[in-house]
């Protein structure tokens, strides 16, 4: 099983920026590609950007395209996710996960088990 561990939300004020982190352990030889999600109070989880291992191909959400960067190094099993001109609405939990590929993490199937999230919260 592959466990993950999100870090670096807070509470920012519209159009700051925060950058979070997420580090993958266990059987990390078993996905190619990682990437985030978000869930808002009393909405589902969605998919927010990803990114495959090798770093050529990217995925992003039309909702954040422009504002949010992702990024990984391999070396650290890590992905990061650089937000940029936050707006209230980016407000969430937000969590990372792992899949063969990126249209499987744009499209939530295969995903690994779920961690813990980090809170994002952005004040108008």
């Known amino acids: 099983q592959v466990q993950l561990a999100e870090s670096g939300g807070g509470s920012v004020q519209a159009g700051g920026s925060l950058r979070l982190a997420c580090v993958a352990s266990?059987?990390?030889?078993?996905?190619?590609?990682m990437g985030w999600f978000r869930q808002a109070p009393g909405k589902e989880r969605e998919f927010v950007a990803a990114?495959?291992?090798?770093?050529?191909?990217?995925r992003t959400a039309d909702s954040v395209k422009g504002r949010f960067t992702i990024s990984r190094d391999a070396m650290k099993n890590a992905v990061y996710l650089q937000m940029n001109s936050l707006k209230p609405e980016d407000t969430a939990v937000y969590y990372c996960?792992?899949?063969?590929?990126?249209?499987?993490?744009?499209?939530?199937?295969?995903?690994?088990?779920w961690g813990q999230g980090t809170q994002v919260t952005v004040s108008a």
């Open positions: 996960n792992t899949a063969t590929d990126t249209l499987a993490l744009a499209t939530m199937k295969g995903l690994a088990s």
């Open positions: 990114i495959a291992w090798s770093g050529v191909s990217t």
């Open positions: 266990g059987r990390t030889l078993s996905f190619d590609a």
